[in-house]
């Protein structure tokens, strides 16, 4: 049963940091392309960052570049979402997703609210 669980959410200040994980189990992670998205109530799903397999090459949506890093680790079946600096527009539930050809999995998604 494939499964990808995200974890790490929460509330936190703006300028504080949270570091995002997403578990996976079912499916062979290290040949999939792992992203994490964000939906924001109102608004639509917004891709946040890219990990390729091996993890040689990343991309990042410009509202969070120099700040968030997206990393994984193979051996333990997940990826991560490192985010500094962080502001009130980065309140969403953040979602990660495995891609490999036709295979297109999510998580459930954890709530990342940013709040004084």
């Known amino acids: 049963q494939v499964q990808l669980v995200e974890s790490g959410g929460g509330v936190v200040q703006p300028g504080g940091s949270l570091r995002l994980s997403c578990a996976a189990s079912?499916?062979?992670?290290?040949?999939?392309?792992m992203s994490w998205y964000r939906q924001a109530p109102g608004k639509e799903r917004e891709l946040v960052a890219t990990i390729t397999s091996t993890g040689g090459s990343t991309n990042y949506a410009d509202s969070v570049k120099g700040r968030f890093t997206i990393s994984r680790d193979n051996a333990k079946n997940t990826v991560y979402l490192q985010m500094n600096s962080l502001k009130p527009e980065d309140t969403a539930v953040y979602l990660c997703?495995?891609?490999?050809?036709?295979?297109?999995?999510w998580g459930q998604g954890t709530q990342v609210t940013v709040s004084s």
């Open positions: 997703d495995a891609k490999f050809l036709n295979s297109d999995f």
């Open positions: 079912g499916f062979t992670f290290s040949i999939y392309v």
